[in-house]
Each structure stands twice: as structure tokens, then as C-alpha cells.
């Protein structure tokens, strides 16, 4: 059974503070993603990275950084957390080429206050 | 920019009832439409998906209606059923150097009553 598994499914941080969000699937992917999903706005792609080290801009990219050093992590990075960026997160991976399916992690609750 | 509008953004139906949702793109690049699943606590999980050289797949209860001159697509579920009850995401996606990127709809909360 494939899995996506995500490092904290709730987090409370404090303004200015900087948060480490991660990400690791078992499925050999290359792909891996990192979304944040509000309310009346769906998912937007915040940092893809199709392969180790390798990573790309999304749709919403500042404030955030990624890290990907072995295949199956992708880390999300808020430098200095504000409240605007108080969101469900979810990270999601899938394969080169073929299927476009993407298998998403539980996803992680994040306040700042 | 929101290259993909989906609407409504909720819907209650009666249980048996058929549940509409609606979406619309702008790329015509897009060659790929899928349709997740969100259950409260859960991440999205692929329902069904269709590529644009078919105007409908049926899976189960579930059917994707495509439009490729009007550049849209819909999901209709028949029956629908109190299980039946989540988010749902419509979504676009090409292939070639985007690497499976989707975008994806605002979301569309569905209750369906017993």
C-alpha cells in the first residue's frame, strides 16, 4: 500500500519562528510536492521537486523553501513564520512519465500565532 | 491566476439524488483532468480521471462529463450516498517538462442527506 507520510499532523508555532514541515513517501517517487489548502481557494502548489536536489516555484512560492537530499523526503521551510501562513499543508508525490496520479500525505495542520 | 474554476462551492443533495460539479479551464495545454476526493482528517485521493480524447468515462456511480470546445468538465455522481459526503477537487495537468503538475479547483464541499 502506498504511503506519503507527513511529520506532524498539528503544529502551533510563534510568529517569527522557523518551522520545519516534512515529508516522506515510500513509493520510489520522484516527484514530490507541497501544497497548502484554505478554504474557497483549493490547493496551491507552493514547491515541486522532480528530483533529488532539484526543485521548482510553484504557484505561491515566497516564504517558503524546500530541501530535498534523498528521494523519498521533501522538506518544507517557513524562514520566519507569519500569520498569514496559518494553513493546512499536505505534500503529495508521484512518478516520472505515465500516470499523473499523485498520492497526498494526511496533511499537517499549522497555526501561527 | 486561477486557471481552473470549479463550482459550486458546496452542494447538499438528498440521498439517490445526482451530484453536479462544474469546471472550467483556460490552458489548452491541459491533457490531463482528474477528479480527487477529500475526506475530513485525509489527504486527496484520486476518484477518476479522464484525458481529452473522450467526452465521458464512468467509473461506478461516478462519470466525467468533457467539454473540450467549451473547456470544460464536470463530475456527476448518481445515487449519491451519506458516504458520499467530502470535498471534491477537480484538477488539470500536462505532461512533457511539467512533471505532473496540477491545478487544481477551489474545492467543492458536498453533504449528501440521508
Known amino acids: 500500500d502506498v504511503k506519503v507520510t507527513q511529520s506532524s499532523r498539528y503544529l502551533v508555532k510563534r510568529t517569527g519562528e522557523k518551522v520545519f514541515l516534512e515529508c516522506v513517501q515510500d513509493?520510489?517517487?520522484?516527484?514530490m510536492f507541497w501544497y497548502r489548502q484554505d478554504p474557497g481557494l483549493g490547493l496551491r502548489l507552493i514547491y515541486f521537486?522532480?528530483?533529488?536536489?532539484?526543485?521548482e516555484k510553484g504557484d505561491i512560492p515566497e516564504g517558503y523553501s524546500v530541501s530535498r537530499e534523498k528521494k523519498e523526503r521533501f522538506s518544507l521551510i517557513l524562514e520566519s513564520a507569519s500569520t498569514n501562513q496559518t494553513s493546512m499543508y499536505l505534500c503529495?508525490?508521484?512518478?516520472?512519465?505515465?500516470?499523473?496520479?499523485?498520492?497526498f500525505g494526511p496533511g499537517t495542520r499549522l497555526t501561527v500565532t | 491566476q486561477q486557471q481552473v474554476k470549479q463550482s459550486p462551492q458546496s452542494l447538499i443533495v438528498q440521498k439517490g439524488g445526482i451530484s453536479i460539479i462544474n469546471c472550467a479551464y483556460e490552458?489548452?495545454?491541459?491533457?490531463?483532468f482528474p477528479w480527487y476526493q477529500q475526506f475530513p482528517g485525509k489527504g486527496p485521493a484520486l476518484l477518476i480521471a479522464?484525458?481529452?480524447?473522450?467526452s465521458e468515462k464512468k467509473e461506478g456511480r461516478f462519470t466525467i462529463s468533457f467539454n473540450k470546445s467549451a473547456k470544460q468538465f464536470s463530475l456527476h455522481i448518481m445515487d449519491s450516498q451519506p458516504g458520499d459526503s467530502a470535498t471534491y477537487f477537480c484538477?488539470?495537468?500536462?505532461?512533457?517538462?511539467?512533471?505532473?503538475?496540477?491545478?487544481f479547483g477551489q474545492g467543492t464541499i458536498l453533504t449528501v442527506h440521508p
Open positions: 503529495a508525490s508521484s512518478e516520472h512519465g505515465g500516470s499523473y496520479e499523485q498520492y
Open positions: 513509493m520510489d517517487h520522484e516527484n
Open positions: 521537486s522532480y528530483d533529488v536536489k532539484m526543485k
Open positions: 490552458n489548452t495545454a491541459f491533457d490531463y
Open positions: 479522464i484525458r481529452p480524447d473522450v
Open positions: 484538477a488539470a495537468g500536462r505532461g512533457g517538462t511539467s512533471y505532473g503538475k496540477l491545478t
